[in-house]
Nanobody, 123 residues
Framework: QVQLVESGGGLVQPGGSLRLSCKAS????????MGWFRHAPGKEREFVAA????????YYADSVKGRFSISRDNAENTVYLQMNSLNAGDTALYYC????????????????WGQGTQVTVSS
């Protein structure tokens, strides 16, 4: 079993930055793909970014490319999402997730989920 706890969300002005963290426990963290998803009101949950278990590949949704950056610290069992140039469209509940195997951008192929951390972009 894997437990995931997100943190770092909050209220930020347009153009601002936030860094989300996701602490994992329960299994060897380094062997799994880690992803971030978000769920905005009135929309379906969507893929944001992922970091392959091998560390060789990162994946981003088109809407966040060039603004968001995913990284991981296997020693700390933590994955991060650095979010820059935030806009109102980024307002959502952000979840991290663990994938044992599968396509990194496929929401349905993730095995464990955190409870989420709220990000609100507003002036």
């Amino acid at each position: 079993q894997v437990q995931l706890v997100e943190s770092g969300g909050g209220l930020v002005q347009p153009g601002g930055s936030l860094r989300l963290s996701c602490k994992a426990s329960g299994r060897p963290f380094s062997r799994y793909t880690m992803g971030w998803f978000r769920h905005a009101p009135g929309k379906e949950r969507e893929f944001v970014a992922a970091f392959s278990w091998s560390g060789a590949n990162t994946y981003y949704a088109d809407s966040v490319k060039g603004r968001f950056s995913i990284s991981r610290d296997n020693a700390e069992n933590t994955v991060y999402l650095q979010m820059n140039s935030l806009n109102a469209g980024d307002t959502a509940l952000y979840y991290c997730a663990v994938q044992i195997s599968g396509a990194p951008m496929a929401e349905g192929e993730y095995d464990y989920w955190g409870q989420g951390t709220q990000v609100t972009v507003s002036s």
